[in-house]
Structures are given as C-alpha cells and as structure tokens.
C-alpha cells in the first residue's frame, strides 16, 4: 500500500468544520494531517489508536484555540512534540510568530521536515526544554497541550512570557482541579486571572478546555 492509500484508509474522514476553521490555510492542515497519520505512529510521534480520531481529537481541539492569539504575537509551544498544538495553530495562524520548543531529536526532526516541506515563514523549531530557555522572557503567549500538571507546567514556562504576556494551555477534564491543586506555584509566579475556559462546544465534537492566565510583573 501506498502512502496516499494509507493515510486514507487510516484517517477519519475530515470533519465539517475543518474548512471553516482552518479558511483557506485548509490545504495544509490537510497536508500536516495526512503525514501525521501516515507516519506519526512510526516515528513515536502518536499512538496507533489515534490515526482513526486524528482530526477531531487533535487537529480540531488545536486549532479551535487559534482565535485566542493576538496578531503580530510571538508566541511558544513548550513541548511542542508532534506538533500539537503548535504547528497546526502555525497553519491557522500565518499573521503569529511561532517558536516550538521541543527537546528530543527525532521530534525536532519531524517539526522541522513539516515547516520545510508546508512552506511555515511563521515558524521557528528550536531543541530545547523548555526550562533550559536561554533567551529570556520574550513571548506575548506560551501554549502547551498534554506536557503536564499545571503546577509542574507553570515554572516551565511562565519564565518565557513577558510582563502581561499570557498562558495560553490546552489541558483536559480535570483543568479546574489542577488550578487548585498549584495554588501556591500560582501565587509564586505571579499569575492573575487564572481560569479555565471551555470553545468549540456546538463547534467540534470534543471542545477544547484552555487555562488562561497573565503574568503579572
């Protein structure tokens, strides 16, 4: 079997609101999807149950965050692996700056083939954990998805923002919890207006919930 046979027999059929989400960068997301599902499993990037709910459990809960960015930001994607969230808000988003930051090699190594071969100018991969970030708190906006409890996420990245620069992290069911459970690493950095909200309910089949919060000085 081929690779175009492959990705479509793997993948799930792309949802209706891939279009209107997406506008005419579609093509790209179609693109990124494709290779993520012909070859994500392959390279460790996702697991084998996921080719057959790529688009709706990760290509959608992305990029229905991308209206959440400011244009002209710069904005980093700690952890960055598959590409989730990063490149596909990358695709959604041409008029934001992204940096996606990401330790392991064979990871860096997709992201940057993905940038290359879908022509990202918005893009930049750098190898790096986030807390190893040498080059100081320089973004309007970090985003994150499925790294890590918000108490072990905030050192990780609130360092990278700016004064009034904003987290912006995709998290799961349990994100109220989490808020409470990092009360006091809340309090260290400095964050204010921490809640949680909930888009794309009536949108996409699995809304996305997103934990927004400022750092304040």
């Known amino acids: 079997m081929d690779d175009v046979s492959r990705e479509t027999s793997m993948i799930e059929a792309e949802p209706t609101a891939a279009a209107s989400l997406f506008g005419e960068q579609i093509d790209l997301a179609r693109r990124f999807t494709a290779a993520l599902g012909a070859h994500g499993e392959e390279r460790g990037l996702i697991g084998p149950l996921e080719p057959p709910r790529l688009w709706n459990r990760h290509i959608l809960n992305s990029a229905i965050t991308a209206p959440l960015f ?6 980093a994607d700690v952890g960055s692996g598959a590409g989730l969230p990063g490149l596909v808000l990358a695709i959604a988003r041409p008029d934001v700056e992204w940096v996606l930051i990401e330790p392991m090699e064979r990871r860096v190594a997709w992201l940057q083939e993905q940038v290359d071969t879908l022509g990202l100018a918005n893009v930049v991969v750098t190898r790096s954990r986030g807390e190893d970030w040498k080059d100081g708190a320089v973004f309007d906006a970090v985003t994150a998805r499925a790294v ?12 990278l923002l700016r004064v009034e620069g ?6 799961g069911v349990n994100a109220e919890n989490e808020i409470g459970a990092a009360a006091k ?4 950095y400095r964050l204010t207006n921490v809640r949680v909200e ?3 309910d009536g949108v ?3 809304p996305t919930r997103v934990l927004r919060a400022k750092r304040s000085r």
């Not at 400011?70 to 904005?75: D, I, P």
């Not at 690493?185 to 260290?188: C, K, L, P």
């Open 148 to 159: 890590s409890a918000l108490r072990t996420l905030i050192p990780l990245t609130v360092p």
């Open 70 to 75: 400011t244009s002209g930001s710069r904005v």
């Open 204 to 206: 996409i089949d699995e």
């Open 198 to 200: 909930v888009v794309g």
């Open 166 to 171: 904003e987290l912006i992290l995709l998290k």
């Open 185 to 188: 690493v809340i309090q260290r």
